[in-house]
């Protein structure tokens, strides 16, 4: 038996810092980044007599989310206590919706290598963030500037079978909530933060194994790494005869290892009630239908749009709608030419590579970068041509149009230009010819490198290899 012969079985918490301007139950800023203990008052910091008052703005946020998801809308939804004690918590008690959650079902629909996949979603509620510990040599300190910002919390069922399928459930689910405004989904910012829980199984196996949990993973790549990590740790025990035991593990990004933490605690430890101090949350219909109405074009609508319009792959359309930059970068440009393929091949292929985890934002205009994918896509230019552009562009927010022509890089197609090149090249490389002429294929490139130098990389390469073939053949 081998890691080949088993599957991972995942299901995935998420932590969503919603972007409303003040927190759950306080009217404090939920601003990220000012000076510690800055945006607190006695609610938040859960003096003894205060009362929470619930924002409603909060709510509509997570029904916006819970739309957006494909989700249930509880008419009648309420919060409880999740008692526990850490110094971050001052209240002691994490307000949370453990029993009657604002949405559930729904679902993420998401393109894989084997295709697309559904992951379902369990429920989302509404909670509470706690503050932060600030850990210096000898001590730590409190910053409760946290405590009270509201969070929704996305928990998937067990659907997710590898870790390139758990980022590209993460990454749809953070262009929902950007596109929809809900968060900024900033993972460098803790605004999205991840449970990952794993259990692996034989493949073909129906029940499901011992899962085991690791706690607030804040990027993509960390989330890839530690499935891997853990499901080879998980593989490694049942092959040497072991047992899995359910526990709450870290992942170490220095080591890309997980080491246990704590031995899982259950919902009895927690004690969970219902929260006297607040009401029930109601959602009517007409707040329903107003949040509907409202709206915006989500990925999954422009991704169907993008297929069909411009007959992209769905990995295509997938990677361009899962930013809302991004996708509004890519519609301005697609306007500026009629080679929306090429067009696309430069995003994913030449400027991604520029993209931050966070941040999609693209250095250059898109009416330039339309106008590169027509001389491109025009054969004015050849794709070698198109990458010195490009880099020129990069640097100089240069005219791609003006710069081709005032640089002379325009492709040469002209069967007369390239026949005497070819002449000359095949005339003064007899032996490379010869060794082309035996069977050794490597030779013609090293001819088309002679005929490309000629030129100062602009042949038209598809034509002039032809030629370059048909002139050996009827010199023979
Ligand atoms: P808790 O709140 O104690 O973490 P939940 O029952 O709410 O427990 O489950 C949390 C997450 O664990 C969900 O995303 C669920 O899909 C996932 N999960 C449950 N059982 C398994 C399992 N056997 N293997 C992998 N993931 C699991
Ligand atoms: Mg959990
Ligand atoms: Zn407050």
New binding site residues.
Partial sequence: MSVLDYES?????VHVELKTPQKLFCDCSTTFGAPPNTQVCPVCLAMPGTLPLLNRECVEYAVRAGLALHCDIAPSSRFDRKNYFYPDLPKAYQVTQNFAPICTGGYVDVATENGMRRIRI?RIHLEEDAGKLIHHDDHSLVDCNRCGVPLIEI????DIRSSEEAVAFLRKLRAVVRYTDVSDGKMNEGSLRCDV???IRKKGETT????V?MKNINSFNFVARAIESEFKRQVAILEEGGTIIQETRRFDEKTGETSALRK?E??ADYRYFPDPDIGEVLVNKETIARILASMPRLPDERKAMYKDTYELSDYEAERLTADKDLSDFFEEAVKETSYPKTLVNLILTDLSPLFGEDETEVPLSPISLGALADLLGKDIINSNTGRKVLKVMLEEDQDPVAYVEENNLAQINDPEVLQSIIDATVNSNARAVNDYRRGRTPALRALMGNVMRETQGRANPILAEEMLKATIAKNA
């Fill in positions: 079985v995942i299901g995935l918490e369990t928990v998937t069922e067990p829980n794993l259990s499901f194994g011992q899962r949990e899982k259950s919902a």
